[in-house]
């Protein structure tokens, strides 16, 4: 079935540092891809989406291309700061085969210290 | 415009017994999801209705687990003898169909069963 596989279960960094979170995809089919971001206590919030090759997303200073050679969709940020600790999910919705569920990955938690 | 409302936030539970979770989508929402989040994990989907009717329940555990939508409105998910397995926060999303993947989640049930 579809997959979705973060490599970095977490992330620790220091304001303004530079931030790259790996996403990389496993479909059937063409799917759309996803960035969704969970503070504590709240449920995920939709961050961005790009659905075709070379597409970017972007949102908050948060952006990530659809590379569908390499099957990824890498989230990056120039400069992170406090607020942006959080868990951050990459997931996809491969509509191509009729389903509209989303398909998230284990999660990466970003912690940036001040 | 409200959000997704859950009720309640905590529940603590002995092996064996059973509880109930409830959903109120976003005015208008046509498409709901529930959705379990263990502990450090990304949201797995458990169910989806668009109004009334199941799309999708083939990831619910059906011995003990239902999901119901009566009038396309409001939404119920209950676990039967429940167990420690089932230790998760329970996630209602909603959406407009057809779904572009922005899901818009409430806070979240968090279930603990000893």
């Known amino acids: 079935g579809d997959s979705v596989t973060q490599t970095e279960g977490q992330v620790a960094l220091s304001e303004e540092d530079f931030l790259t979170i790996h996403c990389n995809y496993s479909?059937?089919?063409?799917?759309?891809l996803f960035w969704y971001v969970q503070y504590p206590g709240e449920g995920p919030q939709f961050l961005f989406r790009a659905s075709r090759d070379k597409e970017k997303g972007s949102s908050r200073g948060f952006e990530a291309t659809y590379n569908k050679e390499a099957t990824s969709f890498h989230l990056q940020k120039a400069s992170v700061q406090e607020s942006d600790s959080a868990v951050y999910y990459c997931?996809?919705?491969?509509?191509?085969?009729?389903?509209?569920?989303?398909?998230f990955g284990s999660g990466t938690q970003l912690t940036v210290m001040p | 415009e409200a959000g997704v409302t859950q009720s309640p936030r905590y529940a603590v539970l002995q092996e064996g017994q059973a509880v109930s979770f409830w959903c109120d989508p976003i005015?208008?929402?046509?498409?709901l999801y529930w959705y379990q989040q263990p502990r450090d994990q990304g949201p797995q989907l458990l169910v989806y209705?668009?109004?009334?009717?199941?799309?999708?329940n083939s990831q619910l555990p059906s011995d003990r687990f239902s999901a119901v939508r009566p009038k396309g409105t409001n939404s119920t998910l209950k676990i039967q003898s429940a167990k420690q397995g089932d230790t998760a926060t329970y996630l209602c999303?909603?959406?407009?169909?057809?779904?572009?993947?922005?899901?818009?989640f409430g806070e979240g049930s968090k279930l603990t069963v000893l």
């Open positions: 997931a996809l919705s491969d509509t191509s085969s009729g389903s509209w569920q989303l398909i």
């Open positions: 005015s208008g929402h046509d498409t």
């Open positions: 999303a909603s959406s407009l169909f057809p779904n572009t993947g922005q899901l818009y």
């Open positions: 209705f668009r109004d009334e009717a199941v799309i999708d």
């Open positions: 479909a059937s089919g063409y799917p759309a």
